[in-house]
Nanobody, 125 residues
Framework: QVQLVESGGGLVQAGGSLRLSCAHSGRTFSTYAMGWFRQAPGKEREFVAAISWSGTSTYYADSVKGRFTISRDNAKNTVYLQMSSLKPEDTAVYYC??????????????????WGQGTQVTVSS
């Protein structure tokens, strides 16, 4: 079965940067769009960013535009989320996901079928 293995989370001060990585274990990684979501305590999971299979199209939540960058390296079966100018409100568990059967828009969790385990990002002030 497909597995998504995340890394790169941790504790960082406001204004700092982190890069999250998500490695895809399957052999058809390059044919799927990928997304990042996050969930803060007591809140619903929210869309962060998405990237097309080719890497040429990217999409961002308004809350992270200009600060976060999603990218992918299909040769390494890996998608990245570069997070800069971090704010305390960015604190959440971050999940990567692979799209499924297009059962919803790209910004909806229903668009994705496989999910990573989640990695904690904590931004202190």
């Amino acid at each position: 079965q497909v597995q998504l293995v995340e890394s790169g989370g941790g504790l960082v001060q406001a204004g700092g940067s982190l890069r999250l990585s998500c490695a895809h274990s399957g052999r058809t990684f390059s044919t799927y769009a990928m997304g990042w979501f996050r969930q803060a305590p007591g809140k619903e999971r929210e869309f962060v960013a998405a990237i097309s299979w080719s890497g040429t199209s990217t999409y961002y939540a308004d809350s992270v535009k200009g600060r976060f960058t999603i990218s992918r390296d299909n040769a390494k079966n890996t998608v990245y989320l570069q997070m800069s100018s971090l704010k305390p409100e960015d604190t959440a568990v971050y999940y990567c996901a692979r799209e499924g059967m297009d059962s919803g828009p790209y910004y909806s969790a229903t668009h994705y079928d496989y999910w990573g385990q989640g990695t904690q990002v904590t931004v202190s002030s």
